[in-house]
């Protein structure tokens, strides 16, 4: 089950993410098999895995979202998930947001700040100059007026991170955050990660399909499959061997019991 | 404008109008974005086998198993969602027509519940009591008031509720709440509509401020508005022509549609030839 040459995390310093013996089966099909890892505070981390492997049902429960049937899988070692939440922002995968929603990015992006959760009473020039005091400098301000459900994907990525670097996280979860974009903008997204990240001294946990990506700006790389089959560098990870390892082994009885989404899904 | 105010019946009706108009279309801008027009449908036709219910138990208003019984179909429909392999859809079609026909079973088993019938179907504005629409405007207070306070919550849930859960919103309890809300109120407008008409008024106006606003404010805003507009419109036109109050709001917030369809395409044009140098001025 381990990795012969993997490394293990050094525990030093505080916990950001600490995740302890965590099974859950949908129905019949298991997809965590006794998951444990744990991420120190200021590291940027990225989870990997085949499709099937597990690496969303993770976040979910790290999110509260998803009950784990056994385990437990904690951040900041807090037992009251709901206040541990206020300290994480979440990029969820792909938001589809219907048409008949009018929620301009402004209306949003004002929902997460206590000053402007009185948009809809508030001067918009007052929710402006409120937002972009504390907006990031990622590219959103000229988006304000455009509604949610006109964005490309590029563009719905950038006010996603906005809006969860509104609520001061300490620690950033994103899950596949470049579904749906086009190559050119993937590569400018991950480097914006990567200088949040730098900047604020952020934790980042990153799911990813993005191998090249994940080689360039993760400090720290999960291999999963039902369990963490190889952790360490990048350079460790990717290697070919622990890539086999990962991918190839456990690969084929999953993917067709396969439950968030088609396995197929990715080729276009 | 004659005997307008010798008038108590066409007053109320108006009151009425001017109070579940205003809250259907508020209520009806996260019911269209959550794609849940049909649920508030369901809602309505199920008050329909309340209603029958509550005759056959001796109520002579019965307001009280019409509620009971929307508010069970409502648990119902939850419950088959989470219990069984059914697509929401058919969930909602099946206890749809159940309700209904259960409901014109026992309304013509019992004898003389005809004209009942008749009023429950279409609306019968002219009916509305005094305490009735006491009940409306507290009804109205309390539930507006409730929406415009859980406005920044029930915008997330319509966006994501992942996202909502993660951000401090109770997802489960908000959507309880929501289709409680939607629930009431829908019931409450069944005297002014009828059961086949009453979505009308939640799916109508938020489509036709739709057509014109670039954001949720000017949706909401816009919603209300035509909510307050058709159903006041609706009843003056109504007793004008003498037609039926309820399809006559309906054919009002149509006539409202039709009008920001027509101003939000025209506006679509002119603003698209000016957009480059907008463009341009922005460094």
């Keep these: ?268 | 404008m004659d005997t307008f105010t010798d008038n108590p019946y066409l007053i109320r009706a108006l009151a009425a109008a001017a109070l579940l108009g205003p809250l259907c279309a508020l209520l009806g801008v996260f019911v269209t974005a959550r794609r849940m027009a049909f649920f508030s449908d369901t809602i309505a036709h199920a008050a329909l086998a309340g209603v029958a219910l509550g005759f056959l138990l001796g109520f002579a208003e019965p307001t009280v198993p019409m509620v009971l019984f929307s508010l069970g179909v409502a648990l119902a429909m939850f419950w088959l969602k989470e219990n069984t392999e059914l697509l929401t859809d058919t969930i909602m079609a099946l206890l749809l027509s159940g309700s209904v026909a259960l409901g014109v079973i026992i309304l013509s088993a019992l004898k003389g519940f005809r004209a009942q019938l008749h009023a429950y179907l279409f609306g019968d504005i002219q009916a509305v009591s005094d305490t009735e629409l006491l009940f409306a405007a507290g009804m109205v207070a309390v539930l507006g008031c409730t929406l415009f306070w859980q406005l920044n919550g029930l915008a997330l849930l319509t966006a994501q509720e992942d996202l909502a859960h993660v951000s401090g919103v109770r997802v489960r309890w908000l959507n309880y709440i929501f289709v409680g809300i939607l629930t009431l109120t829908v019931s409450a407008s069944i005297r002014l509509l009828g059961v086949m008409l009453v979505t009308a008024l939640v799916v109508i106006p938020p489509a036709a401020a739709r057509n014109v606003s670039r954001n949720l404010r000017q949706q909401i805003i816009g919603s209300i508005l035509t909510g307050v507009g058709s159903g006041l419109g609706g009843v003056l036109l109504s007793y004008r022509l003498d037609f039926p109050a309820g399809p006559t709001i309906v054919m009002t917030a149509i006539g409202i549609f039709g009008l920001t369809l027509a101003a939000g395409r025209l506006r679509g044009r002119s603003a698209h030839a000016p957009a480059p140098q907008s463009l341009a001025r922005n460094p």
């Design chain 1, 1 to 268: 089950m381990d990795c012969p040459h993997c490394k293990h995390h050094p525990r030093e310093g505080a916990m950001a993410v600490e995740v302890k013996d965590l099974w859950l089966s949908f129905g019949e099909v298991p997809i965590l098999r006794g998951v444990s890892l744990h991420i120190p505070a200021g590291q940027l981390v990225a989870l990997i895995g085949p499709n099937g492997s597990g690496k969303t049902t993770l976040l979910r429960c790290l999110l509260g979202l998803q009950k784990p049937d056994r385990g437990t899988a904690r951040l900041f070692g807090e037992a009251d998930q709901a206040r541990a939440l206020r300290r994480v922002g979440y990029v969820p995968q792909r938001l589809a947001m219907d048409r008949s929603f009018t929620i301009s990015v402004r209306e949003f992006l004002a929902l997460r700040v206590p000053e402007t959760r009185g948009w809809f009473w508030q001067r918009r020039a007052r929710t402006d100059e409120i937002l972009a005091r504390q907006l990031p400098d990622i590219g959103v301000l000229p988006l304000l007026d455009r509604p949610m459900s006109g964005l490309s994907g590029g563009q719905m990525q950038r006010v996603l991170i906005a809006y969860s670097l509104l609520g001061k996280p300490e620690l950033l979860l994103l899950d596949e955050p470049t579904a749906g974009v086009d190559l050119p903008g993937e590569q400018t997204f991950y480097e914006l990660i990567a200088r949040v990240h730098k900047e604020r001294r952020l934790t980042v946990v990153l799911v990813s399909h993005d191998l090249s990506m994940v080689y360039k700006h993760a400090s720290w790389v999960y291999a999963l499959n039902g369990v963490i089959c190889c952790e360490g560098t990048p350079e460790h990870v990717m290697n070919a061997e622990s890539l086999r390892h990962a991918y190839g082994i456990h690969v084929s009885p999953y993917q067709h019991h396969h439950h968030e989404g088609h396995p197929h899904g990715h080729v276009h």
